[in-house]
């Protein structure tokens, strides 16, 4: 999902760069939008999935196999790539719809929903507000998934007296993640389009869509002994050079 994210924009972006001809069809650009609302949205669904996958793992462990078995599991899986479509495919559309009888320059990195609508003619007000719907109800729900499964996690990682303690470092990458990902979108969504300037949507969607895709296989590995042990001995090697 992270290599698709970067895909949708990156190589676009690097032809542009090395052609110094930023020109997209008003097709592509709907295209462009469809597959990094998509991608975003199935990104979300995804974290709380995982969440509950963490829950059912550590709090109901004897009855994980019954909970989470392969039907569910693609249950799950089509459930969130039908919801991230439907999802991109009102904004895709609209602006598709739009008239355009202003500057054709899109003052952004790529197509974006705020960035179109600062061209279009036509009262965007009620677009604006569906948009802020859709993240709302993308946002909002898998946050508190996340944030039951964790807390339901925590409490029975306080009360047992075991191991169990272990277990919730095999969910800190997922929470960094997590961290990383709904700090950005929070501040990139639900700002209202007053506060925003085309210099902090370029630079908080390049960090949404480039930055943080990048930095997950790195936090996911850290789950991996030797990855974290090769980690220290480079620091422990500059430490001792400088």
């Known amino acids: ?16 760069f090395l052609m110094k001809r930023n020109v997209i069809t ?6 462009q939008m469809f597959f990094i609302i998509s991608l975003a949205a199935a990104e979300f669904f995804l974290l709380g999935v995982m969440s509950y996958d963490r829950y059912v ?7 994980y196999p019954i909970l989470m078995r392969r039907n569910i599991y693609l249950s799950l899986a089509v459930a969130i790539w039908c919801g991230a479509s439907l999802n991109a495919l009102v904004p895709a559309v609209y602006v598709l719809l ?3 009888c202003s500057s054709n320059v899109i003052r952004h990195i790529f197509c974006e929903l705020p960035s179109m609508l600062r061209l279009s003619c036509s009262d965007s007000s009620v677009i604006q507000r569906v948009s802020f719907f859709i993240s ?3 946002l909002f729900p898998t946050l508190v998934t996340i944030l039951v499964s964790y807390s339901c996690i925590l409490v029975t990682v306080l009360r047992s007296t075991g191991k169990s303690h272990k277990a919730l470092g095999t969910c800190l990458s997922h929470l960094l993640v997590v961290g990383l990902f709904y700090g950005a979108a929070m501040f990139k969504y639900l700002r209202p389009m007053s506060y ?25 590995s850290l789950r991996n002994r030797d990855v974290l042990d090769a980690l220290k001995k ?7 050079d400088q």
């Not at 994210?5 to 690097?14: E, N, R």
């Not at 008003?26 to 295209?31: A, P, W």
């Not at 793992?57 to 009855?63: F, G, N, S």
Request: charged share 15%.
């Open 57 to 63: 793992a550590i709090c109901k462990p004897l009855q």
């Open 234 to 240: 480079v620091f422990r090697k500059r430490t001792l």
């Open 196 to 220: 925003r300037t085309p210099f902090q949507d370029d630079m908080v969607s390049l960090f949404c869509t480039i930055v943080t895709p990048m930095l997950n296989p790195l936090i996911y």
């Open 98 to 100: 739009q008239p355009y």
């Open 26 to 31: 008003l097709i592509g650009c709907s295209v």
């Open 1 to 16: 999902m992270d290599i698709c994210q970067t895909l949708a924009i990156g190589p676009k972006m690097t032809v542009d």
């Open 136 to 138: 709302t109800e993308v």
